[in-house]
């Protein structure tokens, strides 16, 4: 496990590093700064949503597919918990927080106002709440899935050169998604599989 954050947050802080100005910043953390708009290649908006979109519809219906009987349908259930409840937390703490994104203009100290919903990033969140039980499922077996952890680090950049989140939003939501993702990964059972008809379990593809 130790293995796993000091490698994931090795890649986001290098992200940060990499796209933010070496002028001193502002926020929580003194870290805060708007970067350049660039909604170009792999840093485009419509790409993110398209993985996004692609993780969450990819996740459901492989782990329904697959069922828990198997390794890996079973992380996938994990994967599915940690993104789900990850993101009820986040959108929470959006809501509560009220804080503005770069695009409206006005820093990163705007918080507790009624359309802010910068802090902490959802997407980064469901990210890397994905990654990390198939990363501590098969990461000491197979190395190469730390590579996954690139994932949370591309969107984590990707949502600050769009202008999306500031850096400690990030930071938070990789914070967030990781817990989420440890946490799913040490229940007994996936949560929300045992909540669904026994066909779930199964697994639909070992059905016909």
């Known amino acids: 496990m130790f293995k796993l954050l000091s490698y994931l947050f090795l890649l986001i802080g290098l992200s940060l590093s990499l796209a933010t100005p070496s002028y001193a910043g502002s926020g929580p953390l003194g870290i805060d700064q708007r970067l350049n708009d660039d909604n170009h290649g792999i840093w485009r908006r419509s790409l993110q949503k398209q993985v996004s979109w692609t993780i969450t519809l990819g996740a459901v219906a492989s782990a329904s597919l697959l069922g828990s009987h198997s390794r890996f349908g079973k992380t996938l259930w994990r994967s599915v918990d940690a993104m789900a409840f990850s993101a009820l937390a986040v959108q929470g703490l959006k809501v509560a927080l009220g804080r503005q994104r770069p695009s409206a203009g006005h820093g990163p100290n705007q918080w507790f106002t009624h359309t802010g919903r910068s802090f902490p990033s959802g997407e980064v969140t469901q990210m890397a709440s994905f990654v990390t039980p198939i990363i501590m499922e098969y990461g000491h077996d197979h190395p190469a899935i730390y590579a996954l952890a690139l994932l949370p680090a591309w969107d984590a950049e990707a949502r ?49």
């Open 160 to 208: 600050m050169k769009t202008r999306g989140h500031w850096q400690t939003d990030v930071l938070a939501g990789a914070a967030i998604g990781m817990l989420f993702g440890i946490w799913a990964k040490h229940q007994q059972q996936p949560l929300i599989l045992a909540w669904l008809p026994g066909g779930f379990e199964v697994g639909y593809i070992h059905r016909f």
